[in-house]
């Protein structure tokens, strides 16, 4: 089990939260051995007094900043650094606890403050934090300098798994060169890719908070923990508010429960006038002779259910009709940016979409808050992609994969958008992931991995709540062949007596490129392909076949490659997000839906 909570940092009277975002000193370590900065220390100084740097923004992934190709592919350990002031009141006040928190940094982190290490982290996409409260008393008058090394090398303990094969034949190939194998379809862009904060707590404080709900008629039921770490704390008061900041219901103590009279419950987008109404749960402790704390946590009141046939939210039947996604665009890579985040939610409401799939890895906290408020139902995944080599995978990674769901269903267990978790995608299928973990994790939510039709072997179907499977018919096989997209999806579906979601199917289409009649990567063959599946969608729906999610929201970055021009173009949107024609065909097909099914 972990240690501590992950509360999303917020300001409240008694918190307080400084952004570390915009330049730091950066430098790849291109050394021979990849490994001078730990040989020469170079968290012990400025990042300048041990050789050149160049401005990094914080967030971006750093790969596509520059004009230098060997950054872009660099392997290896990059080095941040810059100063902070720190507000003198954090420092003067031994009351005041200080955390050091990075968003999510890709892959491997080490944090280090005024030259001394405060933690490091495994793995992209999830936060990690530190506290450095005593660290910065030391030199109160001093700028806190802040030195980050992250390395992105995949191995086959990492999730996703990579190796690296160093060819040795010099006859052949320069000396020292090497590839990366990976067997995942997206750029491995690394760099810190989500904000870098302070923050401050009392000492003693309120670490984590778990809720879980309910409803009978008209009642609602909240139930909640709490655990409040750094000392005793006297009393725990627990305020619920409704939107408009009227008073709900209270309670008292570390656990208990909540009722909520006339409850407005939490609804997807699409199924009621007032989609993703939230309350508020105030939670205050009051600790013996120090500063009390607060921190209000948004609570959806909504419950999820799965049927033989059917998914169920508010006991209503709920048809996925959505997106995949992923967090990527120009010049930042996967760098949080809320102009992006915005516009996304802008395209996905105008396409009538009602739930998307985190594909391939858990998305920022800020991208599920906006999930919760706009009802927005998500499938939360973890970075379990490209898991091929059944071997390594039993061995290496199964143990951090058990960590890293540990640390996703931490972070996202409150956010009553997240309505199921998706444990990996199109592992080697005859190997399927440990579902018994992640269900052990949380009860209140049914448990997915994403398989994939050509697995004639797939042996994960029987133990998950919901059967997700993504095809290519006349994409990968058959190609051009859209007659054959109804046969082999009628073949696939028959094989489960559960639901089933088809969380992916799609076409690359090059903007710009028209045939008729349709030939693969034309705007033309796209929708021509996506109409074949719809077909079949259309006859299933009412039956078992409870959603679709195309693939992808937008065109994407990958590795190069023959089956690849710049990136994936199964977008139907650009990666600058401009519609292709399947857009408007999607449009119309997903507001028909919402009218025909709530
Ligand atoms: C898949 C993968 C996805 C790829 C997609 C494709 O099955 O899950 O990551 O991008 O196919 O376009 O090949």
């Known amino acids: 089990p972990l240690d501590g909570g992950m509360l999303f940092p917020q300001e409240s009277s008694f918190r307080e939260v400084k952004e570390l975002n915009g330049l730091w000193d950066f430098r790849a370590d291109g050394s ?77 982190s080490i944090v280090w403050v005024n030259g001394e290490k405060v933690t490091e982290h495994e793995g992209g996409h999830l936060p990690f934090e530190a506290e450095i409260s005593s660290l910065i008393r030391k030199e109160p008058t001093k700028p806190c300098r802040i030195t980050i090394a992250v390395n992105n090398t995949l191995t086959l303990e990492t999730l996703p798994p990579g190796t690296i094969q160093y060819m040795n034949d010099s006859s052949r190939y320069p000396d020292g060169f090497f590839v ?52 005793f704390s006297n009393t725990l008061n627990i305020t619920l508010m409704d939107k408009d900041g009227h008073f709900v219901a209270s309670s008292n103590g570390s656990s208990g429960g909540l009722r909520v009279v006339d409850v407005k419950l939490w609804w997807p987008y699409l199924m009621h006038e007032n989609p993703g109404y939230l309350y508020s749960m105030k939670v205050r402790q009051h600790a013996h002779r120090h500063v009390g704390d607060e921190y209000t946590l948004p609570v959806g009141i909504r419950t999820i259910n799965v049927t ?21 665009s120009d010049i930042r890579g996967r760098g949080f940016d809320w102009p992006l985040i915005v516009k996304d939610f802008n395209l996905m409401k105008w396409l009538g979409v009602n739930s998307f799939r985190t594909s391939h890895y858990p998305y920022a906290e800020e991208i599920l808050q906006m999930c919760d408020c706009h009802g927005i139902v998500v499938i939360d995944e973890c970075p379990g992609v490209g898991i091929k080599d059944i071997r390594s995978f039993r061995n290496a990674s199964l143990s951090h994969h058990l960590v890293v769901m540990d640390e996703l269903v931490r972070r996202d267990k409150n956010h009553p958008s997240v309505v199921m978790w998706s444990v990996a995608n199109e592992p080697a299928s005859e190997m399927p992931p440990d579902f018994e973990h992640t269900k052990a994790l949380d009860q209140t939510r049914p448990v997915t991995y994403v398989t994939i039709t050509e697995a004639d072997m797939d042996k994960g179907g029987p133990y998950v709540d919901v059967v997700c499977v993504n095809s290519y018919f006349a ?41 008729d009649p349709p030939m693969m990567f034309t705007e033309e063959y796209q929708n021509a392909l996506l109409q074949s599946y719809h077909d079949v969608f259309d006859q299933k729906r009412n039956q078992y076949f409870i959603g679709e999610l195309i693939w992808n929201f937008a065109d994407f970055m990958t590795a190069q490659g023959i089956y690849r021009v710049v990136g994936n173009k199964k977008g139907i949107f650009t990666r600058q997000r401009q519609p292709k024609a399947a857009a408007f065909l999607l449009r119309k097909r997903y507001w028909r839906l919402a009218n025909e099914t709530g």
Do not use: C
């Open 475 to 515: 994409w990968y096989f058959d190609q051009g062949r859209l007659d054959i997209v109804p046969l082999h999806l009628e073949n696939w579906y028959r094989k489960y007596q559960r639901p089933i979601i088809q969380s992916e199917y799609g076409a690359d289409a090059v903007p710009g490129l028209h045939m």
């Open 180 to 231: 990366q194998n990976i067997h995942f379809d997206f750029f491995n862009y690394a760099g810190i890719h989500r904000s870098v904060l302070l923050y401050t707590t009392p000492k003693v404080y309120v670490d984590d908070i778990s809720v879980e709900t309910n409803f009978m008629d008209n009642t609602g039921l909240i139930r909640y923990k709490v655990s409040v770490q750094g000392g």
């Open 32 to 108: 021979p051995n990849r490994n001078e900065g730990f040989e020469k220390a170079w968290h012990k100084r400025r990042l300048t007094e041990s050789g050149p740097v160049i401005e990094m923004p914080v967030p971006a992934s750093y790969n596509d900043i520059t004009q230098d190709p060997t950054l872009r592919d660099f392997i290896g350990w990059v080095w941040y650094d810059r100063e902070v002031a720190v507000p003198a009141r954090w420092i003067s006040n031994e009351g005041t606890r200080v955390v050091l928190r990075v968003g999510s940094a890709h892959y491997y």
């Open 308 to 328: 033989n046939t059917q998914f169920l939210i508010n006991n209503k039947p709920f048809y996925f009709h959505g997106v995949n996604k992923h967090e990527d």
